[in-house]
Nanobody, 123 residues
Framework: QVQLVESGGGLVQAGGSLRLSCAAS????????MGWFRQAPGKEREFVAA????????DYADSVKGRFTISRYNARNTVYLQMNSLKPEDTAVYYC????????????????WGQGTQVTVSS
């Protein structure tokens, strides 16, 4: 089993940056591909970014391409989401998730989820 804890959320002005972190428990972190999802009030959860087990493959939602970067540091059991040029529409609770699939963009493919961290972007 994997436990995930997100951190790094907060309030930022439009155009600013934040880096989210997700720390995983257990010794098998490198066995999981990781993803970031977000859910805004009144909206469904949506895919943001994903990274393969070794970090060699990544995938992004069109809405964040060129602004967000997902990375991972397996020795520290951590995955990151660097968010630049933030927009008010990026406001949401951000979740990290783990899957045994190679890489996935669908939330039902993920087996473990963190509790989420709030990101608020003011205009």
């Amino acid at each position: 089993q994997v436990q995930l804890v997100e951190s790094g959320g907060g309030l930022v002005q439009a155009g600013g940056s934040l880096r989210l972190s997700c720390a995983a428990s257990g010794r098998t972190f490198s066995s999981y591909a990781m993803g970031w999802f977000r859910q805004a009030p009144g909206k469904e959860r949506e895919f943001v970014a994903a990274i393969s087990r070794g970090g060699g493959s990544t995938d992004y939602a069109d809405s964040v391409k060129g602004r967000f970067t997902i990375s991972r540091y397996n020795a520290r059991n951590t995955v990151y989401l660097q968010m630049n040029s933030l927009k008010p529409e990026d406001t949401a609770v951000y979740y990290c998730a783990a899957t045994l699939m190679a890489i996935a963009t669908m939330d039902h493919a993920y087996d473990y989820w963190g509790q989420g961290t709030q990101v608020t972007v003011s205009s």
